[in-house]
């Protein structure tokens, strides 16, 4: 391991994913594909951030597994150590220190407009105060390391405009330090899941997981809904309103797609035929990443050393911008005073 992607004076960003266990299709193809084609322009730091997904219901008996299938999962789809940095949230204990400073400079009502707060308080009777300052952890994960970028996928553009505000506000009041990080959006936009009604997310099951063993990714992808107006085998369906069509244009050869689409409109072909070509393609495209996964599965220890290596590389970067933080914050009492 090089460890040689920190300090190349390339811009630098940073982004974050739930340890939510094996990645599915959403996180692939909205973030994923995206990290592993920006890792040769950037210095790119990716975290798993355990931290956050404390602020959800969550079971402390399975995150350690857990943590440990999504770095498996970021390693299978090419994220790569020699050249980016992967580690866990928690094991940089400066992100949760610049948080609490940052609590400082942000204001409440910023907070209390978010969307992704209004839509998951709404759901609860009592409200962990960890849910509300969600994205001030957010903007220390980025901030601490003063990455000038962050991919994100548009639900997040609010928190990162939020992130945004709070390094305008602690440079105005304690100096000039933090970058005002640009967001980067390329990736697809939302994925919807099986059901075709919500996101694609592991919370509401309706994934397909990208380590997916074929028959595992078939037996998903015949849960999926289809055009509701194709009840009968022989009903006409419309391509345009069906998630699986959609799914077909991202792992379906563009050659293949006008026929997919003519069969469902003509109902020459059914849904579960269309599901199987689907499952299919899927399996295919995904094939070197379970090989991937499954070296290093059998080589625990190898993921255990990326992510070390990783929040060693991290903590470097973590501890310069800490003592600035100090420094300008006057805590650095013991050197004023001498
Ligand atoms: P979530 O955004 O659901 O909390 P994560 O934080 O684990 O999930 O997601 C990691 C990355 O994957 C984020 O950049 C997020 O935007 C992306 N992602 C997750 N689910 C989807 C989806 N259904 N469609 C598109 N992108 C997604």
Request: with cysteine; hydrophobic share 40%.
């Amino acid at each position: 391991m090089s460890g040689q992607q920190v300090n190349t004076g390339k811009r630098r960003i940073l982004s974050g994913v739930q340890p939510s266990g094996e990645a599915h299709l959403g996180n692939y193809l909205g973030a994923f594909r995206q990290w592993v084609d920006l890792q040769d322009t950037y210095d790119c730091l990716f975290c798993i951030v355990d931290q956050h997904a404390i602020t959800g219901q969550y079971d402390p008996a399975l995150l350690p597994q857990r943590i440990f299938d999504m770095a498996v999962s970021l390693l299978a789809v090419g994220l790569d150590p020699d050249r980016c940095s992967i580690f866990v949230q928690s094991e940089v204990q400066e992100h949760t220190e610049l948080a609490w400073l940052f609590n400082a400079v942000t204001p409440v009502g910023e907070l209390e407009r978010m969307t992704q707060y209004k839509d998951k308080s709404s759901r609860l009777e009592s409200i962990p105060a960890g849910l509300l300052n969600y994205p001030i952890l957010q903007a220390a994960d980025i901030l601490i390391y003063r990455a000038q970028a962050v991919p994100v996928g548009e639900d997040q553009l609010q928190h990162l405009e939020l992130t945004r505000e709070i390094a305008r506000k602690w440079n105005a009041q304690y100096g000039e330090l933090f970058p005002e990080p640009q967001a980067i959006v390329g990736g697809t936009g939302r994925i919807m899941g099986l059901d075709g009604e919500a996101k694609m997310s592991k919370s509401l099951g309706n994934t397909v997981g990208i380590l997916a063993e074929p028959e595992e990714v078939w037996s998903q992808v015949r849960t999926a809904v289809t055009d509701p107006q194709r009840i009968r085998k022989d009903d006409p369906g419309r391509p345009e309103v069906c998630n699986v069509y959609s799914l077909h244009e991202f792992f379906t050869d563009s050659s293949d797609l006008p026929d997919i689409a003519e069969q469902c409109r003509t109902a020459q072909r059914g849904c579960v035929d269309c599901k199987k070509i689907l499952a299919e393609n899927v399996a295919h495209e995904f094939e070197p990443f379970r090989d991937r996964a499954a070296h290093y599965r059998d080589r625990p220890e190898e993921v255990m050393e990326v992510l070390a290596t990783g929040a060693r590389q991290a903590t470097v970067l973590a501890q310069e911008t800490m003592a600035e933080v100090r420094r300008k914050m006057g805590m650095d009492w013991r050197k004023a005073l001498t």
